[in-house]
């Protein structure tokens, strides 16, 4: 089993629809998760994080963890032609903070 | 401020041959990690420097592959000889914590 599974999609939406991203991992022992946001031909940046439990909201973004069913989420409000992206979860693994475990990212289109 | 600069963005090389790839980090970021992805394949954690000392080099795949990084500046990633099974994109990325790495856009390369 691997440790971080992220449906690939392509997930194609309108814009102003809400967003749900969705990742699951086996770890119990994972403490942060992180949303990367990567657009083609560049590389992964660094959306939000979260620690442990619960949620946390950066505009129009809110990243949620479930540590009980072990499930992350990041959804995205209102969403823009800009969002069209590959949104990656990533969690440090190895008892390490900084050696990231990686989803294999979901396309997002956003059509205006 | 400027990223992290990688070079060159691309590089086609036949089986055999040697590629060294550069990452410049962030100025002043002490950590700096290379990740690859290999086509169909998450991002994978290659190695970690803390300045120019090795801290974890557990996913460098095997003996072919060798990362310096001089004076704490930038690091170089050598393949050397290079298989087919090598061709994937490589990023670098660096941090002053070790949570939030920022990525390069990455090294296309291709091994025919």
């Known amino acids: 089993q691997k440790e971080v599974e992220q449906d690939p999609g392509p997930l194609s939406v309108p814009e102003g629809a809400i967003v749900s991203l969705n990742c699951t991992y086996s770890?119990?022992?994972?403490?942060?998760f992180m949303w990367y946001r990567q657009y083609s031909r560049k590389g992964p940046e660094l959306l939000m994080y979260?620690?442990?439990?619960g949620n946390k909201e950066d505009g129009r973004f809110t990243a949620q963890v479930d540590k009980s069913s072990k499930y992350i989420s990041l959804f995205i409000r209102d969403s823009q032609p800009s969002d069209s992206a590959t949104y990656l979860c990533?969690?440090?693994?190895?008892?390490?903070?900084?050696?990231?475990?990686f989803g294999k990212g979901t396309l997002l289109t956003v059509n205006p | 401020e400027a990223g992290v600069t990688q070079f060159p963005s691309h590089s086609v090389i036949e089986k055999g041959q040697t590629v060294t790839l550069r990452c410049d980090p962030i100025?002043?970021?002490?950590?700096l990690y290379w990740y690859r992805r290999v086509m169909g394949k998450e991002i994978k954690f290659l190695l970690h420097?803390?300045?120019?000392?090795?801290?974890?080099e557990s996913g460098m795949p095997n003996n072919r592959f060798l990362a310096e990084r001089t004076g704490g500046t930038y690091s170089t990633l050598k393949v050397q000889p290079a298989e087919l099974e090598d061709s994937g994109v490589y990023f670098c990325a660096s941090s002053q914590d070790l949570v939030t790495q920022y990525f390069g856009p990455g090294t296309r390369l291709l091994v025919l």
């Open positions: 990533a969690m440090p693994s190895g008892g390490s903070n900084y050696k990231l475990t």
């Open positions: 420097f803390v300045k120019e000392s090795k801290q974890d």
């Open positions: 100025s002043g970021h002490d950590n």
């Open positions: 979260t620690y442990s439990s």
């Open positions: 770890n119990s022992a994972f403490q942060y």
